[in-house]
Protein backbone atom coordinates (compact mmCIF):
# COMPACT_ATOMS: atom_id res chain seq x y z
CA UNK A 1 0.00 0.00 0.00
CA UNK A 2 1.74 3.50 -0.85
CA UNK A 3 1.72 5.74 1.94
CA UNK A 4 -1.15 8.08 0.82
CA UNK A 5 -3.23 5.19 0.70
CA UNK A 6 -2.06 4.62 4.09
CA UNK A 7 -3.01 7.61 5.79
CA UNK A 8 -6.41 7.94 4.02
CA UNK A 9 -6.60 4.46 5.84
CA UNK A 10 -5.73 5.90 9.17
CA UNK A 11 -7.57 8.80 8.90
CA UNK A 12 -10.76 6.82 8.22
CA UNK A 13 -10.53 4.58 11.07
CA UNK A 14 -10.11 7.32 13.10
CA UNK A 15 -12.96 9.31 12.18
CA UNK A 16 -15.24 6.48 13.07
CA UNK A 17 -13.59 5.25 16.35
CA UNK A 18 -12.28 8.14 18.08
CA UNK A 19 -15.11 9.63 19.77
CA UNK A 20 -15.53 13.11 21.12
CA UNK A 21 -15.84 11.02 24.86
CA UNK A 22 -11.88 9.33 24.34
CA UNK A 23 -10.76 13.13 23.09
CA UNK A 24 -11.85 14.94 26.03
CA UNK A 25 -10.44 11.97 28.55
CA UNK A 26 -6.91 12.43 25.88
CA UNK A 27 -6.69 16.02 27.42
CA UNK A 28 -5.58 14.76 30.65
CA UNK A 29 -2.44 13.12 29.23
CA UNK A 30 -1.14 10.64 32.37
CA UNK A 31 -3.73 11.24 34.50
CA UNK A 32 -6.39 9.59 31.41
CA UNK A 33 -8.73 7.96 33.16
CA UNK A 34 -8.14 3.45 33.04
CA UNK A 35 -11.15 2.90 31.82
CA UNK A 36 -10.91 5.23 28.81
CA UNK A 37 -7.56 4.67 27.73
CA UNK A 38 -8.09 0.87 28.12
CA UNK A 39 -10.65 1.61 25.36
CA UNK A 40 -9.04 3.53 22.72
CA UNK A 41 -6.03 1.02 23.40
CA UNK A 42 -8.61 -2.55 23.06
CA UNK A 43 -9.98 -0.73 19.65
CA UNK A 44 -6.00 -0.57 18.31
CA UNK A 45 -4.97 -4.07 19.47
CA UNK A 46 -8.35 -5.59 17.71
CA UNK A 47 -7.64 -3.59 14.69
CA UNK A 48 -3.98 -5.39 14.89
CA UNK A 49 -2.06 -1.85 15.35
CA UNK A 50 -1.87 -1.51 18.96
CA UNK A 51 2.44 -2.26 18.95
CA UNK A 52 3.75 -0.67 15.58
CA UNK A 53 7.46 -0.76 17.27
CA UNK A 54 7.19 -4.73 18.17
CA UNK A 55 8.92 -7.54 16.11
CA UNK A 56 5.73 -9.18 14.04
CA UNK A 57 6.42 -12.61 15.61
CA UNK A 58 5.39 -10.43 19.13
CA UNK A 59 2.66 -9.05 17.54
CA UNK A 60 4.38 -5.47 15.79
CA UNK A 61 2.39 -4.45 13.05
CA UNK A 62 5.65 -5.27 10.39
CA UNK A 63 4.61 -1.21 9.17
CA UNK A 64 8.10 1.08 7.74
CA UNK A 65 9.05 3.49 9.45
CA UNK A 66 7.36 5.93 7.09
CA UNK A 67 3.89 3.95 8.12
CA UNK A 68 4.66 4.44 11.51
CA UNK A 69 5.58 7.84 11.25
CA UNK A 70 2.14 8.28 9.54
CA UNK A 71 0.37 6.52 11.80
CA UNK A 72 1.89 8.51 15.08
CA UNK A 73 1.03 11.97 13.37
CA UNK A 74 -2.72 11.23 12.49
CA UNK A 75 -2.90 9.93 15.77
CA UNK A 76 -1.67 13.14 18.39
CA UNK A 77 -3.32 14.96 15.61
CA UNK A 78 -6.47 13.61 15.75
CA UNK A 79 -6.23 14.18 19.81
CA UNK A 80 -6.17 10.42 20.60
CA UNK A 81 -5.61 9.27 24.25
CA UNK A 82 -1.80 8.52 24.92
CA UNK A 83 -0.90 4.71 24.99
CA UNK A 84 0.64 4.31 28.69
CA UNK A 85 3.91 3.76 27.91
CA UNK A 86 5.05 1.45 30.88
CA UNK A 87 3.90 -2.08 28.71
CA UNK A 88 4.08 -1.26 25.23
CA UNK A 89 7.40 0.46 25.37
CA UNK A 90 9.51 -0.29 28.44
CA UNK A 91 8.93 -3.64 29.93
CA UNK A 92 7.33 -5.30 26.95
CA UNK A 93 10.25 -4.56 24.59
CA UNK A 94 12.60 -6.29 27.79
CA UNK A 95 10.37 -8.99 28.12
CA UNK A 96 10.64 -10.09 24.51
CA UNK A 97 14.31 -9.77 24.70
CA UNK A 98 15.27 -11.14 27.31
CA UNK A 99 12.59 -12.83 28.91
CA UNK A 100 12.13 -17.01 29.41
CA UNK A 101 9.38 -18.44 26.69
CA UNK A 102 7.01 -18.27 30.48
CA UNK A 103 7.56 -14.83 31.40
CA UNK A 104 6.70 -13.92 27.11
CA UNK A 105 3.62 -16.27 27.74
CA UNK A 106 2.40 -14.53 30.95
CA UNK A 107 2.85 -10.92 30.33
CA UNK A 108 2.65 -9.97 26.75
CA UNK A 109 -0.68 -11.16 25.75
CA UNK A 110 -1.75 -8.57 28.62
CA UNK A 111 0.38 -5.73 27.50
CA UNK A 112 -1.26 -6.06 23.98
CA UNK A 113 -4.66 -6.36 24.67
CA UNK A 114 -4.41 -3.57 27.44
CA UNK A 115 -5.73 -5.09 30.04
CA UNK A 116 -2.74 -5.07 32.13
CA UNK A 117 -1.42 -2.16 33.44
CA UNK A 118 2.14 -1.92 34.36
CA UNK A 119 4.37 0.96 36.16
CA UNK A 120 7.68 1.76 36.48
CA UNK A 121 9.34 1.42 40.20
CA UNK A 122 13.19 2.57 39.05
CA UNK A 123 14.00 5.95 41.12
CA UNK A 124 14.17 6.06 44.64
CA UNK A 125 14.58 8.94 47.50
CA UNK A 126 18.41 9.97 46.74
CA UNK A 127 18.87 7.30 43.80
CA UNK A 128 17.47 9.41 40.91
CA UNK A 129 19.81 10.53 38.45
CA UNK A 130 22.31 8.63 40.91
CA UNK A 131 19.79 5.60 39.99
CA UNK A 132 22.68 2.78 40.21
CA UNK A 133 22.62 3.79 44.05
CA UNK A 134 19.04 2.39 44.55
CA UNK A 135 18.69 0.94 47.83
CA UNK A 136 15.24 -1.73 47.79
CA UNK A 137 16.92 -4.88 48.35
CA UNK A 138 15.41 -8.72 47.21
CA UNK A 139 17.16 -11.20 49.71
CA UNK A 140 17.02 -14.51 48.22
CA UNK A 141 14.41 -16.75 50.70
CA UNK A 142 14.02 -20.49 49.06
CA UNK A 143 12.57 -19.77 45.48
CA UNK A 144 11.64 -16.25 46.62
CA UNK A 145 13.38 -12.75 46.90
CA UNK A 146 11.75 -11.03 50.29
CA UNK A 147 11.90 -7.39 48.88
CA UNK A 148 12.29 -4.20 51.35
CA UNK A 149 12.59 -0.65 50.22
CA UNK A 150 10.79 2.44 48.92
CA UNK A 151 10.31 3.62 45.17
CA UNK A 152 8.88 7.15 44.44
CA UNK A 153 7.62 9.45 41.77
CA UNK A 154 5.84 6.13 40.48
CA UNK A 155 3.74 7.46 37.83
CA UNK A 156 -0.02 5.65 37.99
CA UNK A 157 1.38 2.95 40.32
CA UNK A 158 -2.15 3.71 41.84
CA UNK A 159 -3.77 2.16 38.93
CA UNK A 160 -1.18 -0.73 37.79
CA UNK A 161 -1.44 -4.07 38.27
CA UNK A 162 2.61 -5.06 38.19
CA UNK A 163 5.19 -3.03 38.21
CA UNK A 164 8.85 -3.67 37.06
CA UNK A 165 11.41 -3.16 39.73
CA UNK A 166 14.85 -2.53 39.66
CA UNK A 167 16.22 -3.89 43.08
CA UNK A 168 19.66 -4.84 45.12
CA UNK A 169 20.60 -8.48 45.05
CA UNK A 170 24.41 -8.02 45.40
CA UNK A 171 25.62 -5.67 48.53
CA UNK A 172 29.34 -5.56 47.93
CA UNK A 173 31.24 -4.21 45.13
CA UNK A 174 30.08 -1.90 41.64
CA UNK A 175 26.75 -0.56 42.55
CA UNK A 176 25.78 -1.17 38.93
CA UNK A 177 26.93 -4.91 39.28
CA UNK A 178 24.70 -6.20 41.67
CA UNK A 179 21.04 -4.63 40.51
CA UNK A 180 18.56 -6.98 39.37
CA UNK A 181 14.97 -6.47 37.35
CA UNK A 182 12.05 -7.87 38.81
CA UNK A 183 8.79 -8.06 37.47
CA UNK A 184 5.71 -7.64 40.77
CA UNK A 185 2.67 -8.53 40.67
CA UNK A 186 1.22 -5.13 42.93
CA UNK A 187 -1.84 -7.05 44.79
CA UNK A 188 1.33 -9.01 46.92
CA UNK A 189 0.66 -8.60 50.16
CA UNK A 190 2.98 -6.03 51.64
CA UNK A 191 2.78 -3.40 48.76
CA UNK A 192 1.65 0.02 49.91
CA UNK A 193 1.02 3.20 47.31
CA UNK A 194 0.88 6.46 48.63
CA UNK A 195 -0.42 8.95 46.61
CA UNK A 196 1.80 12.56 45.44
CA UNK A 197 -0.34 15.54 43.94
CA UNK A 198 1.55 17.25 41.33
CA UNK A 199 1.48 21.07 40.05
CA UNK A 200 -1.21 20.18 37.69
CA UNK A 201 -3.57 19.43 40.95
CA UNK A 202 -3.56 15.70 39.54
CA UNK A 203 -2.83 12.63 40.92
CA UNK A 204 -0.53 10.32 38.67
CA UNK A 205 2.50 10.15 40.97
CA UNK A 206 3.24 8.04 43.77
CA UNK A 207 5.51 6.09 46.79
CA UNK A 208 5.72 2.83 46.69
CA UNK A 209 6.35 0.97 49.64
CA UNK A 210 7.72 -2.55 49.83
CA UNK A 211 7.75 -4.65 53.20
CA UNK A 212 8.68 -8.21 53.21
CA UNK A 213 7.00 -8.60 49.60
CA UNK A 214 7.52 -12.32 48.59
CA UNK A 215 8.44 -12.42 44.93
CA UNK A 216 8.76 -15.36 42.95
CA UNK A 217 12.75 -15.72 41.38
CA UNK A 218 10.66 -17.00 38.58
CA UNK A 219 9.90 -13.21 38.25
CA UNK A 220 13.43 -12.19 37.59
CA UNK A 221 14.03 -11.43 34.30
CA UNK A 222 17.78 -12.25 33.36
CA UNK A 223 20.46 -13.21 35.46
CA UNK A 224 20.71 -12.00 38.70
CA UNK A 225 22.87 -9.27 39.24
CA UNK A 226 22.90 -8.42 35.78
CA UNK A 227 19.91 -6.06 35.61
CA UNK A 228 21.13 -2.84 34.94
CA UNK A 229 21.81 -4.00 30.88
CA UNK A 230 18.34 -4.37 30.96
CA UNK A 231 17.34 -1.36 32.78
CA UNK A 232 19.74 0.57 30.71
CA UNK A 233 18.16 -1.16 27.62
CA UNK A 234 14.33 -0.06 28.39
CA UNK A 235 16.08 3.38 28.89
CA UNK A 236 16.94 3.78 25.65
CA UNK A 237 13.28 2.99 24.28
CA UNK A 238 11.29 5.19 27.03
CA UNK A 239 14.31 8.68 25.97
CA UNK A 240 12.91 7.75 22.37
CA UNK A 241 9.22 7.57 22.93
CA UNK A 242 9.37 10.59 25.77
CA UNK A 243 10.37 13.32 22.81
CA UNK A 244 6.63 13.51 22.11
CA UNK A 245 6.97 14.76 18.00
CA UNK A 246 4.10 14.30 17.45
CA UNK A 247 2.14 15.85 20.47
CA UNK A 248 4.20 18.61 19.86
CA UNK A 249 3.12 19.12 16.14
CA UNK A 250 -0.47 19.00 17.14
CA UNK A 251 -0.28 22.09 19.81
CA UNK A 252 2.07 24.11 17.40
CA UNK A 253 -0.79 23.17 14.68
CA UNK A 254 -3.47 25.13 17.52
CA UNK A 255 -1.09 27.68 18.71
CA UNK A 256 -0.49 28.43 14.63
CA UNK A 257 -4.19 28.64 13.93
CA UNK A 258 -4.43 31.13 17.56
CA UNK A 259 -1.70 33.01 16.07
CA UNK A 260 -3.58 33.46 12.45
CA UNK A 261 -6.74 34.39 14.44
CA UNK A 262 -5.06 37.60 16.75
CA UNK A 263 -2.90 39.98 15.06
CA UNK A 264 -2.04 41.43 18.49
CA UNK A 265 0.13 38.47 18.83
CA UNK A 266 3.31 40.46 17.86
CA UNK A 267 6.23 40.15 16.20
CA UNK A 268 8.31 38.94 18.94
CA UNK A 269 5.66 35.76 19.53
CA UNK A 270 5.40 35.13 15.77
CA UNK A 271 9.40 34.70 15.25
CA UNK A 272 9.29 32.61 18.39
CA UNK A 273 6.61 30.47 17.27
CA UNK A 274 8.84 30.21 13.54
CA UNK A 275 11.85 29.09 15.49
CA UNK A 276 9.89 26.60 17.99
CA UNK A 277 8.41 25.16 14.30
CA UNK A 278 12.11 25.15 12.68
CA UNK A 279 13.60 22.86 15.65
CA UNK A 280 10.11 20.79 16.06
CA UNK A 281 11.14 20.09 12.12
CA UNK A 282 15.05 18.97 13.37
CA UNK A 283 13.34 17.04 16.36
CA UNK A 284 11.30 14.84 13.84
CA UNK A 285 14.36 14.27 11.17
CA UNK A 286 16.29 13.36 14.51
CA UNK A 287 13.73 10.57 16.02
CA UNK A 288 13.43 9.51 12.08
CA UNK A 289 17.32 8.75 12.61
CA UNK A 290 17.64 7.09 16.09
CA UNK A 291 13.69 4.78 15.19
CA UNK A 292 15.73 3.88 11.96
CA UNK A 293 18.34 2.99 13.89
CA UNK A 294 16.80 0.81 16.38
CA UNK A 295 14.47 -0.87 13.61
CA UNK A 296 17.80 -1.82 12.32
CA UNK A 297 18.25 -3.77 15.00
CA UNK A 298 20.61 -1.14 16.71
CA UNK A 299 19.75 0.09 20.86
CA UNK A 300 18.85 3.45 20.71
CA UNK A 301 21.70 4.69 22.37
CA UNK A 302 23.69 7.84 23.18
CA UNK A 303 21.59 9.58 20.15
CA UNK A 304 18.40 8.86 22.31
CA UNK A 305 19.29 11.33 24.79
CA UNK A 306 19.75 14.02 22.15
CA UNK A 307 16.50 13.78 21.09
CA UNK A 308 15.12 13.85 24.61
CA UNK A 309 17.00 16.91 25.32
CA UNK A 310 15.85 18.50 22.24
CA UNK A 311 12.11 16.88 22.35
CA UNK A 312 11.38 17.51 25.42
CA UNK A 313 12.82 21.77 25.25
CA UNK A 314 10.77 21.86 22.22
CA UNK A 315 7.49 20.35 23.96
CA UNK A 316 8.43 23.43 27.07
CA UNK A 317 9.17 26.05 24.40
CA UNK A 318 5.00 25.37 22.81
CA UNK A 319 3.91 25.07 26.54
CA UNK A 320 5.49 28.65 27.33
CA UNK A 321 3.79 30.02 23.96
CA UNK A 322 0.64 28.41 24.39
CA UNK A 323 0.21 30.38 28.00
CA UNK A 324 1.56 33.16 26.13
CA UNK A 325 -1.46 33.08 23.84
CA UNK A 326 -4.30 32.17 25.80
CA UNK A 327 -3.73 35.39 27.92
CA UNK A 328 -5.81 37.03 25.23
CA UNK A 329 -8.41 34.71 25.92
CA UNK A 330 -8.16 34.98 29.99
CA UNK A 331 -8.06 38.78 30.40
CA UNK A 332 -11.39 40.62 30.06
CA UNK A 333 -9.96 44.16 29.47
CA UNK A 334 -6.75 43.05 26.93
CA UNK A 335 -10.28 40.97 25.35
CA UNK A 336 -12.28 44.08 25.00
CA UNK A 337 -9.43 45.96 23.78
CA UNK A 338 -8.61 43.60 20.71
CA UNK A 339 -12.35 42.72 20.35
CA UNK A 340 -11.96 43.35 16.47
CA UNK A 341 -9.48 40.67 16.65
CA UNK A 342 -10.37 37.91 18.54
CA UNK A 343 -11.84 34.77 16.58
CA UNK A 344 -15.69 34.67 16.24
CA UNK A 345 -14.89 30.63 17.38
CA UNK A 346 -12.17 31.21 19.58
CA UNK A 347 -10.40 27.91 20.96
CA UNK A 348 -12.49 26.44 23.70
CA UNK A 349 -13.22 27.64 26.77
CA UNK A 350 -10.45 25.56 28.69
CA UNK A 351 -7.47 27.05 26.70
CA UNK A 352 -6.45 28.72 28.99
CA UNK A 353 -6.73 25.94 32.12
CA UNK A 354 -5.08 23.59 29.82
CA UNK A 355 -2.50 25.46 28.90
CA UNK A 356 -1.02 26.85 32.14
CA UNK A 357 -2.08 23.10 33.77
CA UNK A 358 0.09 21.78 31.00
CA UNK A 359 2.85 24.84 31.34
CA UNK A 360 2.95 23.73 34.76
CA UNK A 361 3.49 19.92 34.65
CA UNK A 362 5.66 20.30 31.88
CA UNK A 363 8.58 21.95 34.35
CA UNK A 364 8.62 17.50 34.75
CA UNK A 365 9.65 16.96 30.76
CA UNK A 366 12.72 17.71 31.66
CA UNK A 367 13.31 16.04 34.50
CA UNK A 368 11.49 12.65 33.94
CA UNK A 369 13.27 9.33 32.01
CA UNK A 370 16.69 10.88 33.42
CA UNK A 371 16.92 14.84 33.62
CA UNK A 372 18.47 16.23 30.94
CA UNK A 373 21.40 17.74 32.64
CA UNK A 374 22.29 13.74 33.32
CA UNK A 375 21.56 13.25 29.07
CA UNK A 376 24.26 16.39 28.38
CA UNK A 377 26.51 14.53 30.67
CA UNK A 378 25.83 11.70 28.87
CA UNK A 379 26.47 12.69 25.40
CA UNK A 380 29.78 14.63 26.72
CA UNK A 381 31.18 11.22 27.94
CA UNK A 382 30.21 9.15 25.37
CA UNK A 383 29.70 11.14 22.01
CA UNK A 384 32.14 13.71 22.95
CA UNK A 385 34.52 11.63 24.56
CA UNK A 386 35.23 14.47 27.36
C1 LIG B 1 6.49 13.65 36.40
C2 LIG B 1 7.50 12.62 36.74
C3 LIG B 1 7.21 11.28 36.52
C4 LIG B 1 8.12 10.30 36.89
N1 LIG B 1 7.78 8.98 36.73
C5 LIG B 1 8.63 8.03 37.17
C6 LIG B 1 8.25 6.64 37.12
O1 LIG B 1 7.15 6.30 36.68
N2 LIG B 1 9.12 5.73 37.60
C7 LIG B 1 10.35 6.07 38.09
O2 LIG B 1 11.10 5.18 38.47
N3 LIG B 1 10.74 7.37 38.16
C8 LIG B 1 9.91 8.34 37.72
N4 LIG B 1 10.27 9.67 37.80
C9 LIG B 1 11.55 10.02 38.44
C10 LIG B 1 12.59 10.58 37.52
O3 LIG B 1 13.19 9.59 36.73
C11 LIG B 1 13.62 11.32 38.41
O4 LIG B 1 12.95 12.43 38.95
C12 LIG B 1 14.83 11.79 37.64
O5 LIG B 1 15.62 10.70 37.25
C13 LIG B 1 15.70 12.76 38.48
O6 LIG B 1 16.00 12.22 39.72
P1 LIG B 1 15.69 13.00 41.08
O7 LIG B 1 14.28 13.48 41.04
O8 LIG B 1 16.09 12.12 42.21
O9 LIG B 1 16.60 14.29 41.03
P2 LIG B 1 18.14 14.39 41.43
O10 LIG B 1 18.88 13.22 40.89
O11 LIG B 1 18.23 14.64 42.91
O12 LIG B 1 18.58 15.68 40.65
C14 LIG B 1 18.27 17.01 41.10
C15 LIG B 1 18.86 17.99 40.11
O13 LIG B 1 20.29 17.86 40.08
C16 LIG B 1 20.74 17.62 38.74
N5 LIG B 1 21.86 16.67 38.78
C17 LIG B 1 21.94 15.53 39.50
N6 LIG B 1 23.11 14.90 39.27
C18 LIG B 1 23.78 15.66 38.37
C19 LIG B 1 25.05 15.53 37.70
N7 LIG B 1 25.85 14.50 37.92
N8 LIG B 1 25.40 16.50 36.81
C20 LIG B 1 24.59 17.56 36.56
N9 LIG B 1 23.38 17.73 37.17
C21 LIG B 1 22.98 16.80 38.06
C22 LIG B 1 19.55 17.00 38.02
O14 LIG B 1 19.62 17.21 36.64
C23 LIG B 1 18.39 17.75 38.66
O15 LIG B 1 18.22 18.99 38.01
C24 LIG B 1 9.37 10.67 37.43
C25 LIG B 1 9.67 12.02 37.63
C26 LIG B 1 8.75 12.99 37.30
C27 LIG B 1 9.09 14.43 37.55
Redesign the pocket.
Known sequence: MDNAAFRAEVREFLESHLTDDLRDAAQLG?GVDRSACSSWHRTLFEKGWIAPEWPVEHGGTGWTLTQRHIFDTELALAGAPMLMP?GLQMVGPVIYTFGTVEQKAQHLPGILDGSTWW?????E???????ASLKTAAVRDGDDYVVNGQ??????AHKADWIFCLVRTEFDGKPQRGISFLLIDMSTPGIEVRPII?IDGLH??NEVYFTDVRVPAANRIGEENQGWTYAKFLLGHERTSIAGVAASQRNLRALESVARELPVLGGSFRERLADTAVKLDAVEALESRVLAEAARGGSPGDEASLLKILGTEVMQAIEALRVEASGYYAMPFEREMIAAEVPADPPGPDFALRAVSDYN?GR?HT????????Q??VIAKAVLGL
Open positions: FFCQGYSPGSGSDLKIWTTNSHLFAIYGGSNEIRN
